[in-house]
């Protein structure tokens, strides 16, 4: 089960209303934990493993100033998946996260617009920036995400739990 839903605001943590923040923390960590919840009860019942896998964010790994409430709801969902990965494992039940970086989506292309705005800048050179700051020199592409995912739902990921990948082409390292 592939829980891949998520919110974005760009708000400066000063400028935001508390609730903006609320919704989308809400949104990203709840989704995951009632995806993860309904799948895990029922690969548990069905007593045959399964694959609880979450979208993260490389905010999980690096704080995305402008960001504030995506990239605490990003950190919680690393931790959650932690904690699904360490009570289900006995069930055969893995739980991971994948941690896209900058990918061409809709959900960037109005977070970029926005935050560009907010720069005076264009959207393109928003986007430049944002590809200075990764190693393989370009923004990724859905399909870059896919194969990780594909991965993690497949057999040779049996022995990966409690796991974030980053897929970001070289922004964050660990």
Not at 56 to 79: M, Q
Not at 100 to 106: C, L, N, Q, R
């Amino acid at each position: 089960m592939v829980a891949n839903a998520g919110i974005a605001l760009a708000a400066g943590v000063l400028e935001g209303e508390a609730e903006a923040f609320e919704a989308v923390v809400r949104g990203n960590v709840m989704g995951v934990q009632n995806c993860f919840q309904a799948a895990g009860r029922a690969m548990v019942q069905r007593g045959a493993g399964g694959k609880l896998i979450a979208a993260a964010s490389v905010a999980a790994f690096k704080a995305s100033p402008g960001l504030g409430g995506y990239s605490a709801s990003k950190w919680a969902i690393r931790g959650l998946v932690q904690v699904y990965a360490m009570e289900l494992g006995r069930y055969g039940i893995t739980a991971n996260a994948y941690a896209p970086g900058v990918v061409d989506t809709e959900l960037l292309r109005v977070t970029s617009g926005v935050l560009a705005r907010k720069m005076g800048v264009e959207r393109e050179v928003m986007m430049e920036r944002l590809a200075e700051g990764i190693a393989l020199g370009r923004t990724g592409v859905p399909e870059d995400i896919a194969g990780v995912v594909g991965f993690l739902a497949s057999r040779d990921a049996d022995y990966v739990t409690g796991q974030t990948l980053a897929v970001d082409g070289g922004s964050v390292f660990n």
